[in-house]
Nanobody, 115 residues
């Protein structure tokens, strides 16, 4: 089972940028599809961005053109570059790893965007 640790969250003003990282360990990283999800207070967890083992990506419509997901298989890491942040992006961001029979989550990192 892969273990995931997120980092890079924090407080930023609207219009600013943050780069989240998710470090994986405990299993071979490259076969996993990786995702970033977020959960705002009082709301359900939602998919933000997704990248397959082959590098194909998919984004929530609300972040298209602002966020970019990438992976570095040599470093067992997935990143989420977040630009033009908005107050509505405020949430706990979670990293997810998906493979046959495996669905692992990190503990999350808090992103707060002030207006």
């Amino acid at each position: 089972q892969v273990q995931l640790v997120e980092s890079g969250g924090g407080l930023v003003r609207a219009g600013g940028s943050l780069r989240l990282s998710c470090a994986a360990s405990g299993s071979t990283f490259s076969p996993y599809a990786m995702g970033w999800y977020r959960q705002a207070p009082g709301k359900q967890r939602e998919l933000v961005a997704f990248i397959t083992s082959g590098g194909s990506t998919n984004y929530n419509d609300s972040v298209k053109g602002r966020f970019t997901i990438s992976r570095d298989n040599a470093k067992d890491t997935v990143h989420l570059q977040m630009n033009s942040l908005k107050p509505e992006d405020t949430a706990v961001y979670y990293c997810n790893a998906l493979y046959i029979g495996i669905n692992s989550w990190g503990k999350g990192t808090l992103v707060t965007v002030s207006s």
